[in-house]
């Protein structure tokens, strides 16, 4: 049974840094992302990564830096100079292998449950 489960949300001041972590179980996906859902928005992309690439939302770029372990099979995201719109639950997907990395939601099947940040001004 596949599980993602993410960790390492919270509250911080604007300008603060938080490292969001998210453990994979039942398999390895070749593609792994982040993605955030602020209160009244829909879900979008932060950031994705496979075995040799990287991909981030416009928004994040310079702040927001993703990463993985292949061998504890987790993805992390480091953020820093966090502003008040980074507010959102952030959740982790992954899919199956694929030729770039997806920004749509709908191109990956498993989700965790989400993390909660809140970035104070």
């Known amino acids: 049974q596949v599980q993602l489960v993410e960790s390492g949300g919270g509250l911080v001041q604007a300008g603060g840094s938080l490292r969001l972590a998210c453990v994979v179980s039942?398999?390895?996906?070749?593609?792994m992302g982040w993605f955030r859902q602020a209160p009244g928005k829909e879900r979008e992309f932060v950031a994705g990564i496979t075995l040799s690439d990287t991909a981030y939302a416009d928004s994040v770029k310079g702040r927001l830096v993703i990463s993985r372990d292949n061998v504890k099979n987790t993805v992390s995201l480091q953020m820093i100079m966090l502003k008040p719109e980074d507010t959102a639950v952030y959740y982790c997907?992954?899919?199956?292998?694929?030729?770039?990395?997806?920004?749509?939601?709908?191109?990956?099947?498993?989700w965790g449950q989400g993390t909660q940040v809140t970035v104070s001004s």
């Open positions: 039942g398999r390895i996906f070749s593609h």
């Open positions: 997907a992954a899919r199956d292998y694929t030729r770039n990395i997806p920004f749509s939601v709908g191109a990956y099947e498993y």
